[in-house]
């Protein structure tokens, strides 16, 4: 079993601590989310873990060799992000199957046949300029490299961000598929939480150039979950415990409850609780530095 | 399998739920095949571990067997077995919340036993 870990990252822009001592282990046959806010990391922390993008200090490695500079490392690893429509030179004048036939000689597992299926499934015009694409079919050519690459390790950054809901769904389709005949290793960033949250075994939550979970995804929706009652029950509940998102309505208080992994929560019969979404728990605990 | 999944519950139990009713509803034959982990997780746009987590809870419980090679297949006397484990959470989900309701709105045993049999009438 391959595995890539992330040791101690860091990654500073000038006086922005982008990333701050991220370790991140990487296991290989699962699909993985992960789910952060604008500017958390998300990016910059899979840029470093494909060695597009140096670490300030700290290690990735795959299977005990480093990524960076390594070639042989690198192979096995894509990173498919949006194309840029524009150039420090004007208009990206470069057409779609320009792109395509670039992959084919930049990822050695490339799989011309299938990326060519992809285009017709998503309807494309392999001729036409990347500049005169629409937000949607800029994401479309991502997935398309993405998945056409076969790479063991393959990283999408917010694949489905210009996507209607039918061209989403065609897609989480397609990597089922794609998985269930590889069983290689994908992470996708993803802010349509809701829709996705069921296709990831496992959910990196990346908070504040932080991470700050990784784990199998039922066991999080396990451990989070919110409690309802008069002030007073819920004022005990909480005490102690790694809780977010108290409000309270009348007499009645509210408040998502991140219990340890096993852990069950024993509350008096008059005390509700509710599971929640994994987009809840991520507004639970991601949300909370812009209220009040 | 036309059901929708929802949030209430983990997506495994609600996989493995949706198996029985159609062992229940005689959809789901015993002694016949399943549909396979990667089936399940197409159709429901899920993690084929998570599908496999549900199928595999029930046939740790003996209401499904794993046939080498070949797939799952629904066991022998599944239907019985579920009706048996269903009846023992039935007061629990079912009954204890209709007495609590009833509590609630003063409504007696006796009127209570009314509607229960008014009920099944109508039907």
């Known amino acids: 079993m391959s595995t890539i870990i992330a040791k101690g990252i860091n990654k500073k822009y000038k006086d922005t601590n982008a990333l701050k001592d991220v370790d991140l282990t990487v296991e290989s046959g699962k699909i993985y989310g992960m789910i952060g806010r604008n500017g958390a990391g998300k990016t910059t922390l899979l840029s470093i873990l494909s060695a597009q993008n140096p670490a300030t200090s700290g290690l990735v490695t795959i299977d005990g060799e480093k990524v960076w500079e390594n070639q042989k490392a690198i192979d096995r690893i894509c990173f498919s992000r949006e194309i840029a429509t524009t150039t420090p030179f004007g208009p990206n004048t470069y057409k779609i199957k320009d792109y395509l036939k670039a992959a084919e000689i930049f990822y050695p597992n490339w799989d011309k046949e299938y990326a060519k299926n992809l285009v017709e499934t998503f309807k494309l015009n392999p001729r036409k300029k990347v500049s005169k694409l629409s937000k949607g079919m800029l994401s479309m050519v991502t997935i398309i490299i993405a998945l056409a690459s076969r790479a063991e390790f393959t990283f999408l950054d917010e694949p489905v961000a210009g996507l209607d809901i039918v061209a989403r769904d065609q897609f989480y389709k397609l990597l089922l598929k794609d998985y269930e005949e590889t069983h290689r290793t994908f992470i996708i960033s993803t802010h349509i939480i809701e829709e996705a949250a069921n296709l990831f075994e496992d959910t990196i939550i990346v908070k504040n150039g932080e991470i700050y979970t990784n784990e199998n995804t039922q066991q999080l929706l396990a451990r989070v979950q919110m409690v309802s009652g008069s002030a007073e029950e819920v004022d005990a509940l909480i005490a102690g415990r790694d809780y977010h998102r108290v409000e309270q309505l009348g007499n009645t208080k509210r408040a998502t409850i991140v219990m340890r992994p096993g852990e069950e929560l024993k509350v008096p019969e008059t005390v509700t609780v509710t599971p929640l979404s994994l987009q809840e728990i991520f507004l639970a605990v991601c949300g909370e530095e812009v209220e009040q | 399998m036309q059901e929708n999944l929802n949030e209430s519950k983990s997506i495994y139990l609600q996989i493995g739920e949706m198996i029985e009713n159609e062992i229940l509803r005689d959809?789901?034959?015993?002694?016949?095949?399943?549909?396979?982990?990667?089936?399940?997780?197409?159709?429901?746009?899920?993690?084929?571990?998570?599908?496999?987590?549900?199928?595999?809870?029930?046939?740790?419980?003996?209401?499904?067997?794993?046939?080498?090679?070949?797939?799952?297949?629904?066991?022998?006397?599944?239907?019985?077995?579920?009706?048996?484990?269903?009846?023992?959470?039935?007061?629990?989900?079912?009954?204890?919340?209709?007495?609590?309701?009833?509590?609630?709105?003063?409504?007696?045993?006796?009127?209570?036993?009314?509607?229960?049999?008014?009920?099944?009438?109508?039907?």
């Open chain 2, 27 to 123: 959809i789901l034959k015993e002694e016949e095949r399943v549909p396979s982990t990667n089936e399940f997780a197409q159709f429901y746009r899920i993690n084929p571990a998570t599908a496999g987590k549900g199928i595999n809870l029930l046939v740790d419980e003996g209401i499904l067997y794993k046939q080498r090679g070949i797939g799952m297949f629904v066991s022998k006397g599944a239907k019985e077995m579920i009706r048996n484990k269903r009846k023992e959470t039935f007061v629990d989900q079912y009954v204890k919340t209709m007495l609590e309701e009833a509590k609630r709105l003063n409504i007696s045993k006796e009127e209570l036993i009314a509607m229960i049999s008014n009920t099944e009438e109508d039907k």
